[in-house]
């Protein structure tokens, strides 16, 4: 039967289609909460249009490694579970680190495997877990000729990472 499902394609798993969902609902379109009119944009927090680019890539990057460490918190204590049982980790974040690691290599980032992928979002995002408002503050710094200019905007700047993440964390727990 598998030169059937060279014919028809293979259909893809739980797991997988649930981190492809995922992805599209909570890392597109700016994540959670980009509907709602305080929604810190690039202009809002005066972003050079010189910088645009390179902050909107840098902005889905935070939110794709955000949302990574967020399926595997998540998915911890099943994971956990399921190694015992079977001595492999919870698919979700497998999956995840696959699309990511898809995504990346579109984007011209090359990683070897998808450890790789989930060290690189656990770089990302552990100064953001261990100092959140420190990590706001650097995560603006390179978009400011003038440092203390990122005063200005860190602290809320931070405050809607921080909510973003929460939301992640609620819709990913309710359903994996």
């Keep these: 039967m598998k030169w059937l499902s060279k014919i028809k394609g293979t259909k893809p798993n739980r797991h997988e289609v649930l981190a492809k969902n995922l992805y599209d609902a909570l890392v597109l379109d700016d994540g959670p909460g980009s509907d709602t009119p305080e929604f810190l944009t690039a202009s809002k927090i005066a972003i050079r249009l010189s910088d645009l680019g390179k902050f909107q890539e840098k902005r889905l990057i ?50 070897l495997s998808d450890a790789d992928v989930g060290e ?44 973003q993440f929460k939301v992640m964390q609620m819709v990913i727990s309710d359903n994996h």
């Excluded at 408002?133 to 603006?140: A, I, K, S, T």
Aim: aromatic share 16%; charged share 30%.
């Design 62 to 111: 935070t939110l794709e490694a955000l949302c990574f460490i967020a399926c595997l918190t998540c998915t911890a204590e099943a994971g956990k579970k399921l190694a015992e049982l079977f001595g492999q980790p919870h698919p979700l974040p497998i999956e995840f680190a696959k699309l990511l690691r898809a995504k990346w290599k579109e984007r011209g980032i090359s990683l």
């Design 120 to 163: 690189k979002c656990l770089q990302e995002v552990e100064p953001f877990l261990e100092y959140p408002f420190r990590w706001g503050r650097e995560w603006l710094r390179e978009f400011y000729q003038n440092f203390d200019d990122t005063g200005e905007h860190y602290i809320v700047w931070t405050e809607q990472w921080l909510k």
